[in-house]
């Protein structure tokens, strides 16, 4: 799961996959705006074919966050 | 050189400008929207007409005359027919931001007097776990509901009740005489906690805006609505001209889905926020790179510029491909609400899209100064609207100062703060923007910084430091003192929150706590979670030091937050 998250981050910004983990802070560390992490959400979802509700977005800060947030969505 | 407007009619009012819409515009389409099926739902301007005169009609049957209205909902055709039905002979509408936290509400509510809400079907259970804070609020009314609520009052159901009153000849909401002088809005200017004001504006504030728009801007065809509606910049310079022009406006049904609803419904043109311009720009390059077509690119876009300077465009030849990744219309962007880099600007329109970066401010409706495809300069916010006039005051030697704008767009004041408008405005009435810049000989005004510490976000958002500042210093009772900024700028692709503090190490050591860095980081997530996500702090720094103070023991921002950038 970690890495198809990187992956699809990567469509949005240059990183290094040794570079992220799940401390990696999207806004401060990867420099995403929150436009870009409700893109990356989008992409995800269509990806996935699930719905994260835009307020539950605002819970999401690092990889960490997103990746627990997918699992306990059983992905 | 003279000045060349585009000749607009002086409309009196907001209800005089739906009336010329539904006549001159009867059956071309006015919105289309994304349904909860993903069916396209189209409205035309008659229909629009129509329905604000049932709702009006109807909101009138029901004794609301003369209520404040909050309205809390995304961009939508009801939301449009709900703030219009208000504003042209209900009462007063209060537009609010729907990234605002429950307890952000209920003060803005309380802030406005509000007496009814109308809000989206998913907002409904927001509106229910506020109510019993706002014991004012005497009605909800729900848009476009896809269950039964007890208690609410549906939209579609009173709009329909209202058309039968209207045939059993009501006129008293159709016929009736809009003061153009009077508050029919209050518009909150930054959110929360306290420290937002409400804005009061009038009709006349409002159609001023309209006017001087129109005056420089003549757009047509179709447009993408992506910008919240309950902030003036999408309200005034958006929909309400579009209803002027007989533009055709689409809504963004999801920040998620940007990109493909504009390859949806193929707008020429639209406004943004910086934000969006720079994820718009970052993606053409990244497309090019990853294709290998990097140096193509660089190539056409400087044979292009050349044949520009001699008179040939044929940027939408040439860039083709690029254009039709974003709809392939696309070509006018309004951009606006934050600083935009003069960069990205260029490099938009090197590849067809066409910029007009302007400036405003809520409490001028917002509408102050934009650039237009005739008249424009690189790193001006464009010229002032004929509307209004703008002075800077107390210039230093380059001219620069504080911008004052006097005119019918200014608003009359903020809701119940009498010294707040006051200290707002100079003795001979100019407006105080708290924004610095400086006028050329040409009337392009240029902005140089704020005046106060506010943080100006590239999606137009805007953050007061103390109020998080005061927000932390209550919450973590070991921070001594907290000074928070943002790092980068909104111009630059590094713009976020950052808090530097300063801890009272012996009230954590006497808890046993060595590691700050992870307490303050763990206390800080539970903060944030109850801010909006813009105001959310990203990183914290640790100063070892106390932070330097003046002789009063202020804390020296400036010297502080260079500091914090060194170490961000």
């Known amino acids: 799961m970690l890495k198809f998250i ?66 306990e969505k059983g992905m | 050189m003279k000045k060349r407007y585009y000749k607009r009619e002086k409309l009196r ?14 059956d071309k389409i006015a919105y289309r929207e994304i349904g909860p099926q993903n069916q396209i739902a189209e409205y035309s ?11 009006g009609t109807k909101l009138l049957d029901m004794g609301m005359k003369g209520y404040h209205i909050a309205i809390l909902g995304e961009n939508s055709y009801a939301w449009v027919v709900s703030f219009l039905s208000v504003v042209n002979g209900v009462g007063v509408a209060v537009p609010l931001d729907k990234e605002l936290m429950d307890k952000d509400l209920v003060k803005l509510l309380h802030k406005s007097d509000t007496d009814v809400i109308i809000c989206s079907d998913s907002f409904v259970q927001t509106v229910k776990n506020i109510l019993p804070e706002c014991p004012r609020i005497k009605a909800c009314i729900v848009m476009n509901p896809v269950e039964e609520y007890p208690g609410f009052f549906v939209m579609e159901k009173l709009i329909r009740e209202g058309r039968e009153l209207l045939e059993q000849g009501r006129r008293d909401y159709v016929d009736c005489f809009i003061d153009r002088e009077e508050m029919c809005e209050i518009v909150f200017t930054s959110g929360t906690m306290g420290v937002s004001k409400g804005v ?99 190539f056409g876009i400087k044979l292009s510029n050349l044949l520009r300077k001699i008179g040939i465009d044929l940027r939408r030849i040439y860039f083709k491909p690029i254009l039709d990744r974003f709809g392939g219309n696309l070509c006018q962007i309004i951009c606006g609400g934050a600083p935009l880099n003069p960069d990205i600007a260029k490099g938009l329109e090197d590849v067809g899209l066409e910029v007009m970066n302007g400036y405003g401010i809520t409490e001028c409706a917002p509408l102050v100064a934009v650039n237009t495809p005739l008249w424009k300069k690189a790193g001006s916010v464009g010229q002032v609207i004929p509307v209004c006039r703008v002075k800077i005051d107390n210039p230093d030697i380059e001219g620069c100062g504080e911008i004052l ?81 943002a790092p980068g700028s909104p111009e630059d692709d590094q713009e976020y929150i950052a808090a530097y503090v300063y801890v009272d190490e012996e009230y954590l050591n006497t808890r046993g706590i060595t590691d700050y860095k992870g307490r303050l980081n763990e206390d800080i997530k539970i903060l944030n979670r109850g801010l909006p996500s813009y105001k959310r702090i990203a990183k914290v720094l640790i100063s070892e030091t106390e932070f330097e103070k003046t002789t009063t023991r202020k804390i020296k921002r400036k010297p502080v937050i260079e500091r914090g950038i060194e170490n961000a």
């Not at chain 1, 800060?61 to 990746?67: A, S």
């Not at chain 2, 159609?207 to 902030?231: C, E, K, Q, R, T």
């Not at chain 2, 910084?449 to 998080?468: A, C, D, F, H, T």
Request: a negative charge; hydrophobic letters at 40%.
């Open chain 1, 6 to 71: 990187i992956r699809t981050i990567q469509e949005f910004v240059e990183v290094n996959e040794d570079e992220i983990t799940e401390d990696t802070h999207f806004i401060s560390d990867l420099h995403l705006t929150s436009y870009d992490i409700v893109s990356i959400v989008g992409k995800l979802e269509s990806s996935l074919g699930i719905e994260i509700p835009d307020d539950e977005i605002r819970n999401l800060e690092t990889i960490g966050d997103l990746k627990k947030y997918l699992e």
């Open chain 2, 200 to 298: 009061m504006l009038s009709h006349k504030n409002i159609m001023a805006v309209v006017y001087g728009a129109l005056s420089l801007v003549d757009p047509g065809g179709v447009s993408f609505s992506v910008l919240p509606v309950s902030h003036t910049y999408e309200c005034n310079c958006h929909i309400l001209p579009g209803l002027y022009c007989g533009v055709t406006i689409c809504f963004n049904d999801s920040l998620k889905r940007v990109v493909d609803n504009i390859n949806l419904f193929k707008p020429n043109i639209t406004l943004m926020v910086p934000l969006f311009l720079k994820a718009i720009h970052r993606s053409i390059w990244q497309h090019a790179e990853k294709n290998g077509l990097e140096g193509h690119l660089r």
């Open chain 2, 13 to 26: 009012d907001i209800k005089a400008l739906v009336r010329r819409a539904g006549t001159l515009y009867p």
């Open chain 2, 405 to 485: 704008v006097k005119g019918d767009n200014v608003m009359l004041g903020y809701y119940k703060d009498p010294e707040g408008t006051k200290a707002s405005f100079t003795e001979d009435g100019w407006f105080r923007t708290g924004d610095l810049g400086y006028l050329d000989k040409r009337n392009f005004l240029y902005i140089t910084g704020r005046k106060k510490n506010l943080i100006v976000l590239s999606n137009g958002k805007n953050v007061q430091p103390e109020e998080i500042e005061d927000l932390i210093l209550a919450k973590l009772p070991y921070v001594k003192e907290v000074v928070v900024f």
């Open chain 2, 45 to 55: 301007f008659s229909r629009l007409e129509q329905d604000v005169n049932a709702f």
